[in-house]
């Protein structure tokens, strides 16, 4: 154990006055890049510091249409909401046209930015969007084992898993059954928390990053890393989806076993963290290890940790807030960026992958800023100020 939640106590904390200046230094970023960046998205990591400019594919093209939506949200400024609309319709194309969307992440690419688009402003356009982006995840999901397929085609025996970051694409489904008032999105993302609770989380609290199922018996068969470093390690980010994906499913269903999983999950996080407090990409390593950081990890585990502390009682609460303080002190001291000329990312020092001899990686954006960062940088100091306009954060 690299830190325990006394130990933590000793490093400087995060106040309101620092998440305000750090989002200002954000925004002023998130303007900067608005020109280069409307009619297209930012690739998913930086290369040398800076974004490339790419058309609405991968995984992750929402976050930057979230970045614009946190801005707009802080500053009212109508330049990030025009361009934010602008996205909006990239991705109403992209759904209806179905195109990179052989995958599970319809939440990470429709809530922040359509479900976002819809909240804050009431576009219509956006919600049927984030509509048929919940209904496609839906048709990801497996009734033999009760869990949404996470990559390939669906039905494949050789591509029969979970991945644990799907817990964040549950939101969109619990939306959607809000809106709708059909139940089965929700029923849906329900019984994929309890199958992945199940197979997922290991006794010593860390996690799989995926996990397999029989197609015959639906039963769990085997967990193997796709980007950890092994598959009995815990990947730092894998780990840090499993702290914000249990809390936002706490949300929707108010579980209360879901509780202690947040707990452990987050124990586990917070107790494996190096003496600076950035997450080496694979808790494998500790300090004093050359490996590369994935300061996104730590910027998903505070907003995690700010979901939760909504539901907890005031002591668990506090010991959990200590902690992200922190951490939140340590990534705009250490990994926010405050020189435009030499990166037009916000949040520096992620990983996206590192190679391993267990893992199925290689090196893609390392030691480099990526978008996913970027945004959940930006989204722990909104929620903590409680700056936001409307509670559209909750649904990522
Ligand atoms: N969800 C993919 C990743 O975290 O890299």
Same mark, same amino acid.
């Given at each position: 154990?690299?830190?325990?939640?006394?130990? *933590?106590?000793?490093?400087?904390?995060?106040?309101?006055?620092?998440?305000?200046?750090?989002?200002?230094?954000?925004?002023?970023?998130?303007?900067?890049?608005?020109?280069?960046?409307?009619?297209?998205?930012?690739?998913?990591?930086?290369?040398?510091?800076?974004?490339?400019?790419?058309? &609405?594919?991968? +995984?992750?093209?929402?976050? +930057?249409?979230?970045?614009?939506?946190?801005? $707009?949200?802080?500053?009212?400024?109508?330049?990030?909401?025009?361009?934010?609309?602008?996205?909006?319709?990239?991705?109403?194309?992209?759904?209806?046209?179905?195109? =990179?969307?052989?995958? /599970?992440?319809?939440?990470?690419?429709?809530?922040?930015?359509?479900?976002?688009?819809?909240?804050?402003?009431? &576009?219509?356009?956006?919600?049927?969007?984030?509509?048929?982006?919940? =209904? /496609?995840?839906?048709?990801?999901?497996?009734?033999?084992?009760?869990?949404?397929?996470?990559?390939g085609n669906v039905g494949e025996a050789k591509e029969y898993r979970m991945i644990i970051d799907c817990l964040l694409n549950l939101?969109?489904?619990?939306?959607?059954?809000?809106?709708?008032?059909?139940?089965? $999105?929700?029923?849906?993302?329900?019984?994929?928390?309890?199958?992945?609770?199940?197979?997922?989380?290991?006794?010593?609290?860390?996690?799989?990053?995926?996990?397999?199922? @029989?197609?015959?018996?639906?039963?769990?068969?085997?967990?193997?890393?796709?980007?950890?470093?092994?598959?009995?390690?815990?990947?730092?980010?894998?780990?840090? +989806?499993?702290? $914000?994906?249990?809390?936002?499913?706490?949300?929707?269903?108010? =579980?209360?076993?879901? *509780?202690?999983?947040?707990?452990?999950?987050? @124990?586990?996080?917070?107790?494996?963290?190096?003496?600076?407090?950035?997450?080496?990409? @694979?808790?494998?390593?500790?300090?004093?290890?050359?490996?590369?950081?994935?300061?996104?990890?730590?910027?998903?585990?505070?907003?995690? *940790?700010?979901?939760?502390?909504? $539901?907890?009682?005031?002591?668990?609460?506090?010991?959990?807030?200590?902690?992200?303080y922190r951490m939140m002190y340590a990534l705009d001291e250490k990994c926010g960026n405050k020189d435009i000329t030499k990166s037009?990312?916000?949040?520096?020092?992620?990983?996206?992958?590192?190679?391993?001899?267990?893992?199925?990686?290689?090196?893609?954006?390392? @030691?480099?800023?990526? #978008?996913?960062?970027?945004?959940?940088?930006?989204?722990?100091?909104?929620?903590? #100020?409680?700056?936001?306009?409307?509670?559209?954060?909750?649904?990522?």
């Amino acid at each position: 154990m690299a830190q325990t939640f006394e130990s *933590i106590m000793n490093y400087p904390v995060m106040d309101a006055e620092g998440a305000k200046k750090a989002l200002e230094e954000a925004v002023k970023i998130v303007k900067a890049n608005l020109p280069k960046y409307t009619d297209h998205f930012q690739s998913s990591n930086s290369f040398d510091g800076f974004y490339e400019a790419t058309e &609405n594919v991968e +995984w992750t093209t929402g976050f +930057w249409t979230g970045v614009i939506w946190l801005a $707009y949200e802080f500053t009212g400024d109508e330049a990030f909401r025009k361009a934010a609309e602008v996205q909006v319709e990239s991705f109403h194309d992209r759904i209806l046209n179905k195109i =990179d969307v052989n995958h /599970h992440d319809m939440g990470f690419l429709f809530s922040l930015s359509c479900v976002a688009a819809y909240k804050l402003t009431g &576009n219509e356009r956006a919600k049927e969007a984030a509509l048929m982006a919940a =209904d /496609h995840l839906a048709s990801r999901y497996r009734e033999k084992g009760q869990f949404l397929q996470a990559w390939g085609n669906v039905g494949e025996a050789k591509e029969y898993r979970m991945i644990i970051d799907c817990l964040l694409n549950l939101p969109i489904l619990y939306w959607a059954s809000e809106v709708t008032g059909d139940g089965h $999105y929700a029923q849906m993302a329900e019984n994929h928390i309890k199958t992945a609770m199940k197979c997922i989380l290991r006794p010593d609290n860390s996690t799989y990053h995926t996990h397999f199922i @029989d197609m015959e018996t639906g039963e769990p068969t085997y967990g193997v890393t796709h980007q950890g470093n092994r598959n009995g390690s815990a990947w730092a980010r894998g780990q840090a +989806w499993g702290v $914000y994906g249990i809390a936002l499913s706490y949300r929707y269903l108010k =579980d209360p076993s879901y *509780i202690d999983l947040f707990c452990r999950v987050t @124990d586990f996080f917070v107790e494996h963290l190096p003496e600076d407090l950035i997450p080496y990409w @694979d808790f494998d390593f500790d300090t004093g290890s050359d490996e590369p950081r994935d300061s996104s990890a730590a910027a998903i585990a505070c907003c995690g *940790i700010f979901e939760m502390a909504k $539901y907890l009682e005031p002591e668990k609460a506090k010991k959990y807030l200590d902690a992200a303080y922190r951490m939140m002190y340590a990534l705009d001291e250490k990994c926010g960026n405050k020189d435009i000329t030499k990166s037009n990312g916000i949040l520096l020092h992620g990983t996206y992958a590192r190679d391993s001899k267990e893992n199925t990686c290689k090196n893609r954006g390392v @030691d480099e800023c990526n #978008t996913w960062g970027d945004y959940f940088y930006m989204e722990a100091p909104v929620s903590y #100020t409680h700056l936001r306009a409307h509670e559209t954060r909750h649904d990522l």
